[in-house]
Every structure is written in C-alpha cells, then in structure tokens.
C-alpha cells in the first residue's frame, strides 16, 4: 500500500511514522519550502505522550520538554480557584509535557528522516487537487515557489493533515467559507525568566473575556535553574471587529494588550513584568470549524487540524492530532481493505473530537474561571463559598472524559500500535 500525506506538521509527521511502523510506505508533501521550527509551546497530554513514547520518541521529548507537574486555575487577582497534579504526578502512566512547538516537529522530523529516508519528505509541494477512482488517489501539486506544477502523486490513499486552512478538506467543503472567529485575540511569545511555584505548573488565570496563561516549555533552562516561560494573553473584542487573517507568525505589538494587564501582579506571578520582557510576541485570532458530517470521502481522510480545527483549550489540538494518526495507521494496518480502514477511522475518531471542539466553544474545564469571575467579580475569601468542591470537581471530570484522558481508562487500555493490535 502507498499513502500520500499532504501536510508535514505534526499530524502529518506522525502518521508518517505510524504507516511506516505498520509497515506501510507513505510520503509526505509539504507546501513549506523548508520545515524549521516554528511556533511557541504546546502541551501533549498524557494520552498523547503515551503514542509518541510507543512510536520510540520517549527519550528524545524527555530531553528537551517539561514534565508538568500541575495544573492552577485563578482569577484576574490572582486567587486561586482550582488545583489539580498532573501528568506522572496524577497517576498517568505517561508524563503530560510541555514542549517548545519547535522542539517536537524537529523530533518528529528527524525521526522521519532517520527511519523513512529523506525521500519521503517533499517540500515546496502545494496540494491543489486529487482525483480518484477503483484502484487508487492521485494528488496534484505546484510548487510553491514559483508556481509550476509537480509531477502528480499516485496512491492507494491519501490524508489531508494540512491544517485549518486545508486544500484538501476544501475540496469536499467548497463552501465552508474561513475559519470561525470568537472575538478572542490571543498574544503569544516565550520569556526567560525565573521559575515560578514548581517550576514545572501550569497556569491559567482571568475569565472567558481576558485571560493569561503561561508554563515553562524548556528542560535545559530548568536545569540551569531558569525557566522559559511560554505565555498566551487573551483579550475578548466584539466579532466585528476586524482583524488579519490567523497566522503563527504574525508580529504582535506589546502596546496593544499590556495596558490591560497591567495590575495582574499576583506576587507569585508577575504577569506585566513576563510580558514586557518576551522575546518575540506573536498575535493572532481564536478561531475553529464546525464540526463537518464526514471525514472520509472514498480512498481520502481528513486529520489533525484539517478534519478538527479547535479553540486552543484544554491542551487538547496537538494531542488529538497525535492520536488521529496512531488509529489512522492501525485500521490502515489491520482493515481488509484501504475504503474500510478509512471508514472505520471515521467512525471512531469523528465523534469524539466533535464533541472536544464544542466543549472547547464553552471553554472545556477553564469554565469554572468563568463561573467565579460572574459569582465573584471582586474576589473572594474562601473559594468554597463561591463554587463548590463538587461543581470543580465534576467540570475538571467531564472534561476528561471527553477528550478521553480519564487516567484509569488510558493506563488500562489496548495499545493503537498495529503491532501489538496484530498479536
């Protein structure tokens, strides 16, 4: 079997992995010119890391992220309101990580060229259509440097992991129209700077209208004793507002939004003195898709941000994504034929991360910031009188359960490995 992979980010690079560990050949083709590392930080929840650590990527993450320790929730003045362990420290099997985005898609790079060949990945090739019929896809490309056309790719299959803005996905959606915007504008950037409560915690503080979370992305700066700390600024406009097209890489301007964090200075976190000493700052737009009937169009598959676009909450786009290509790959590996490996995927993955998109639309478990800031706008003496241990606790619950990393049910599951699948 032959797949085309339209899409080198983490999906893509994933699955790249995953087919070739199923024993599957695949090729990857990138509109990008290079592949470098790019972005800030992201979380790989404990589901997640489990896959990439059974892809034999344990040690290569366990070198460069931070294994977090503990997730804190708080309002704009900094009081706390929620206080749960993480990762390890929660009783997962697998470590919940925090990781330079960078530093993963250079992991997952390396390990596709290592064990796949530097063959299989094309860059400089942008998708622009595929045809299929009874016997297999074949993709068109230009490239995208200067616009001629590539030679055309014929496979059994074909995965659009080409992210929100797929040409693949737009091919069966013509008229989706843009992503959907919130109102929501978030700032992003990394500071150097000391470490805060473990030096390996999470934290999120504000209400749904204005927000601020950080936690440390680097492990050789915390064993320097340092900290760089990866941190989003979220401010709420009216969705009329106009604003630029989302991009990673879109400069942001600290006048902007700093004024009106101005007083966040909690003491254990001085969130005006992280902000001014950032690096670089990133701005772009929260933005999301509705969730679509179908995944699966005959012998081509939507994944990862393509099949899924969702708001930035609860730590829940990358891993998902991961996950996408691990039981893509097995159904691939272990179903009769390619048409029922992708309509079995569908069918397993589809409805659960449906369900993970809307929950993030009303804010998944940072919910409860919301809930004080409405019951307590100016603060509170004890937590419990506003919200109760039970409500926390069930939000916190719900949550799990929908993006499916309750940890009983994962340190006790079947393994997505094909291999294993196949014994």
């Known amino acids: 079997m032959?797949?085309?992979?339209?899409?080198?980010?983490?999906?893509?690079?994933?699955?790249?992995?995953?087919?070739?560990?199923?024993?599957?050949?695949?090729?990857?083709?990138?509109?990008?010119?290079?592949?470098?590392?790019?972005?800030?930080?992201?979380?790989?929840l404990p589901h997640a890391v489990r896959e990439l650590a059974e892809l034999g990527l344990g040690d290569d993450l366990a070198r460069v992220a931070i294994p977090t320790a503990e997730l804190i929730y708080a309002n704009r003045h900094g009081q706390r309101i929620w206080q749960e362990p993480r990762g390890l420290d929660a009783g997962y099997h697998w470590p919940q990580y925090s990781v330079a985005r960078g530093d993963l898609q250079m992991i997952l790079l390396q390990a596709v060229r290592d064990r796949l060949g530097a063959d299989a990945i094309r860059t400089d090739h942008a998708f622009v259509r595929l045809d299929q019929d009874d016997a297999g896809v074949t993709g068109h490309f230009v490239h995208r440097s200067d616009g001629s056309a590539a030679d055309p790719v014929r496979g059994h299959i074909l995965i659009g992991a080409d992210g929100i803005h797929s040409a693949v996905r737009g091919q069966f959606y013509p008229d989706e129209g843009d992503p959907i915007w919130n109102g929501c504008v978030l700032w992003r950037a990394t500071t150097v700077g000391e470490p805060f409560l473990t030096g390996r915690s999470m934290v999120m503080a504000g209400h749904a209208d204005q927000k601020f979370v950080c936690y440390p992305v680097s492990r050789e700066l915390h064993d320097q004793g340092k900290s760089l700390i990866n941190w989003i600024a979220e401010i709420r406009y009216p969705t009329d507002t106009p604003w630029p097209r989302e991009d990673w890489n879109r400069p942001g301007s600290i006048d902007t939004f700093l004024p009106a964090f101005m007083d966040w200075d909690f003491g254990w976190l001085k969130v005006p003195d992280i902000i001014r000493r950032a690096q670089a700052i990133y701005e772009f737009p929260m933005v999301d898709r509705d969730p679509v009937a179908s995944w699966c169009f005959g012998r081509v598959v939507l994944a990862g941000d393509a099949a899924h676009p969702m708001y930035p909450i609860g730590s829940n786009g990358a891993s998902q994504s991961i996950?996408?290509?691990?039981?893509?790959?097995?159904?691939?590996?272990?179903?009769?034929?390619?048409?029922?490996?992708?309509?079995?995927?569908?069918?397993?993955?589809?409805?659960?991360?449906?369900?993970?998109?809307?929950?993030?639309?009303?804010?998944?478990?940072?919910?409860?910031?919301?809930?004080?800031e409405e019951r307590a706008p100016e603060g509170f003496g004890d937590v419990h009188d506003v919200i109760s241990p039970v409500e926390l606790e069930e939000v916190s619950a719900r949550y799990k359960m929908t993006a499916g990393f309750v940890p009983e049910a994962l340190n006790s599951r079947a393994s997505l490995d094909a291999h294993v699948s196949r014994r």
């Open 2 to 44: 032959k797949v085309i992979i339209v899409g080198g980010g983490i999906c893509g690079l994933t699955a790249a992995l995953s087919l070739h560990r199923a024993g599957i050949d695949c090729t990857i083709h990138e509109a990008a010119a290079e592949l470098r590392a790019l972005g800030v930080g992201i979380n790989l």
């Open 323 to 372: 996950i996408d290509a691990r039981v893509l790959a097995r159904h691939l590996a272990l179903s009769e034929t390619p048409e029922q490996a992708l309509r079995l995927f569908d069918a397993e993955r589809r409805p659960p991360t449906s369900a993970i998109v809307l929950a993030n639309r009303g804010n998944g478990p940072e919910q409860v910031m919301q809930m004080v």
